[in-house]
């Protein structure tokens, strides 16, 4: 997170004091995930600590609750499986002691985020090799070379 974000303020208006909270609508305006979605994430224990309700049962939210929906958001953005999203969660959620194996999580998923990019890479390559071979025919204006399924005679480099 950026250090000029407007939630890292130190005077206390932050809500890591404990006194600002959120509802769900403003949540989902932060963090970018639907109202449904935030009671997903509630159910499958995906938050690090309890939702507050208000007296009426409206679900009120802290700072720190939507940074923490920030991060699970990039991380199943990144292709975290939700499972170890939650095992993730609730390594959080029991406190200090097991951040070994939290970093094993991270790595593991940092790792299949890497292969993800070198395959991405490689897809990215062929896309950029068939267009130079779409753009160097149309300037030699011979477009009729390319790739055309209705054709009698397919040409490979096409």
Not at 51 to 57: E, I, K, L, P
Not at 111 to 135: F, G, M, N, P, T
Not at 148 to 158: F, H, V
Request: hydrophobic share 35%.
């Amino acid at each position: 997170m950026d250090s000029t974000d407007s939630t890292d303020s130190t005077d206390g208006t932050d809500g890591t004091d404990g006194t600002t909270e959120l509802t769900i609508g403003e949540v989902a305006g932060r963090t970018g995930l639907s109202v449904h979605a935030l009671r997903f994430y509630e159910r499958e224990g995906l938050l690090v600590g309890p939702v507050r309700r208000t007296a009426g049962g409206r679900r009120r939210y802290a700072v720190l609750d939507v940074r923490w929906l920030e991060i699970c958001v990039r991380l199943r953005e990144s292709g975290m499986p939700l499972a170890d999203l939650r095992r993730f969660a609730g390594l959080v959620r029991q406190g200090p002691g097991n951040e070994a194996e939290r970093l094993r999580l991270l790595d593991a998923h940092q790792r299949r985020v890497d292969e993800r990019i070198r395959e991405l890479e490689e897809c990215r390559s062929l896309i950029a090799w068939k267009a130079s071979v779409y753009a160097d025919h149309l300037a030699r204006g011979e477009a009729a070379g390319l790739w055309d399924p209705t054709a009698e005679d397919r040409s490979p480099g096409a």
